[in-house]
């Protein structure tokens, strides 16, 4: 079962974006689309199915990850907060298209830290902290080639 939501867990993530890339194209070229009932309810539905899938696989987790003693599942919402409210700044807030497309940039950078700290399982387990720079390192080389 643990298999099977993780795998449904990453398909919402995977949905949610492509929502979201759809929805900021949309929105970007000034659609009419961009109202679409789907575009409109989706996004919520699935990120009210990821919360549920994210809080069932720390507590049915089979690897015994510590995940509150390193500070990793907070890390982990906070990073979904701050993607969330990016996509909100690209889709609804921003009025100009530059500030469209800061949001678009950092929903994507939190995305990527986001998952990159997923698959960080030193982090994951109790008492291992090593290489925690690493993200620190890759945000700048991310930021570095944005800019």
Not at 135 to 143: K, M, R, S
Request: aromatic content about 16%.
């Amino acid at each position: 079962m643990y298999i099977i939501v993780k795998n449904a867990h990453l398909s919402i993530i995977i949905l949610t974006f492509i929502l979201f890339i759809i929805n900021f194209v949309l929105t970007m070229k000034g659609s009419d689309k961009v109202n679409n009932k789907l575009l409109k309810i989706g996004p919520h539905i699935l990120y009210t199915l990821f919360v549920c899938s994210f809080i069932y696989l720390i507590i049915v987790s089979p690897f015994n990850f510590y995940p509150l003693v390193n500070g990793w599942v907070p890390s982990k919402l906070g990073g979904f907060v701050f993607y969330v409210l990016s996509i909100t700044l690209a889709l609804k807030w921003a009025k100009s298209t530059l500030w469209r497309i800061v949001g678009f940039i950092s929903a994507l950078f939190w995305l990527v830290m986001t998952a990159k700290l997923g698959f960080a399982d030193h982090i994951k387990l109790k008492n291992v902290g090593e290489e925690t720079g690493a993200y620190f390192d890759f945000a700048q080389t991310i930021l570095l080639a944005v800019c």
